[in-house]
């Protein structure tokens, strides 16, 4: 059925509003209305989407103004004529000021009518279209970016963002099919305004259960309603939610629920082709980033059995990969590293020692010092570390941690003997945390030292060992977790003995 027109015409004169109707009733586009209280048409227009709006000016007690303000109110993009029998440049000036489109001056003939009011919908069609394609736009550089990206929940939220800014909606949210859970969908973003009840987009009520039910296995059927329960439409004034699947060669994946309120109009034919673009590229990145993932965990399963195969090897440093990672990300914390950087971090200090693969176990357990021959032999397992994972391109970003952590602030460390902030952070913050870890726990040439003498040497070395910045972030998060760290390491932590220490710079 082709669309039509909304029409209401408002005149406090039912003649007038008969004779208006009548002439335009012949248009087969238009669906015409009528209403000769002005208070009444108030209500019409917030409750109900016209596209124009004719109506006197003067009404009695009531003026056209009153309705032009909650046309607008109600849609921005309503036109509004105002038909009367009194012109004055001063009302003219006034309404157009305000909002107005045109002005019809009484008595007025059928072709004055149909001309304003086809001019009118054109320009409120150039205006939705001009929305919409501004509104395109939007949705392919969204959507291009979920192409590329690979970090899910990223791009989701991105997703949704965009949903609620360009289709002006009050919450969305996006679930994904998990048969291995109670609940066959589980929420993996949402975005919502204040207020909003949260059950739909969760997947907590009736009606979105049904969306699912009712076998949505094509995006054109996409499920949208206005029939919720009476007591979620009068506490959030919900007018449609929407329920779209996500699809992959037929399969639902998951749904993405909208809810819109305070907008009098359903979804249009637009919008749903927009979100069709926006579903259908949502799915896909959905799966590529569960085919990555499931290739990330292999590689990764690989190199930390590695990892491990290196601990199991070295008797002194059984449960060092985890405290240093804990130690590291204290530090990183105080940086307020993001999560995916913190998940790098936890990777990288995981991999920092791999290149001991092929240290030889005389060298890496030998119970006293290293000759200068064996010690050129272990420091050539930051390089090995990092041509282990070179080629992985998931691991790059762990490589300031494996070659970087025994560089020297003052430029005399190694492989490479980068200075200062010329050593990657990542690279600074795990020196400080692989050291005191190494301090504090036995190794094949000496015993472990106390946590009160391992503060000291950070300090004493601080500024040619270690950047000092990080020092001092360190020793004061020692101090925030002191008990953590007492029951890592079986011994106390003074904190006195921490607040007292200068640190060099």
Known sequence: ?????????????????????????????????????????????????????????????????????????????????????????????????CGAYDFLVKPFQLEQLLATVERGLRKLQLSRENIRLKEQLALFKIAEAMGLTIHLSTALNQVLKLIMKEFNVEAASILLFDSSKPAPFVMQALQTRSGIDRSFL????????????????????????????????????????????????????????????????????????????????????????????????????????????????????????????????????EFGWDEERMFILSMGCSLHDIGKIGVPDSILNKPGFLNQREMSIMRKHTELGARIIEGIDFLKPCQPYITAHHEWWDGSGYPSGLKDEGIPKEGRILAVADSFDAMVTDRPYRRSRSIEQAVQELVDFSGRQFDPAIVEIFLEALKKHREKIEVIYGAAVSDCSIKTVPVKT
């Open 202 to 333: 969760e997947w907590k009520t009736n009606h979105s259960l049904m969306a699912v039910k009712s076998k949505i296995v094509e995006i054109e059927n996409v499920y949208a309603s206005s029939k919720v329960a009476e007591d979620i439409l009068e506490q959030d004034r919900i007018t449609t939610y929407l329920s779209c699947p996500l699809l992959i060669r037929g399969r639902v994946i998951g749904v993405l629920n909208m809810q819109r309120a305070n907008v009098h109009h359903e979804f249009a034919t637009g919008e749903l082709q927009s979100l069709k673009v926006i579903a259908s590229k949502a799915a896909y990145a959905i799966s590529n980033s569960k085919l990555y993932d499931d290739l990330e965990k292999a590689y990764l399963s690989t190199i930390m059995a590695l990892a491990n195969a290196v601990e199991a090897r070295d008797r002194y440093t059984s449960g060092h990969t985890v405290r240093v990672t804990y130690l590291a990300e204290l530090i990183a914390k």
């Open 1 to 97: 059925m082709a669309f039509k027109s909304r029409i209401l015409v408002v005149d406090d004169d039912p003649e007038v509003c008969d004779v208006a109707a009548e002439m335009l009733r012949d248009n087969v586009h238009l669906a015409v209305a009528t209403e000769t209280d002005p208070q009444k048409a108030i209500g019409l227009v917030k409750g109900s989407q016209f596209d124009l709006i004719l109506t006197d000016l003067i009404m009695g007690d009531h003026s056209g103004m009153e309705m032009l303000e909650a046309a607008l109110e109600a849609d921005p993009d309503t036109v509004v004529v105002f038909m009367t029998g009194y012109p004055t440049v001063e009302n003219a000036t006034q309404a157009l000021k």
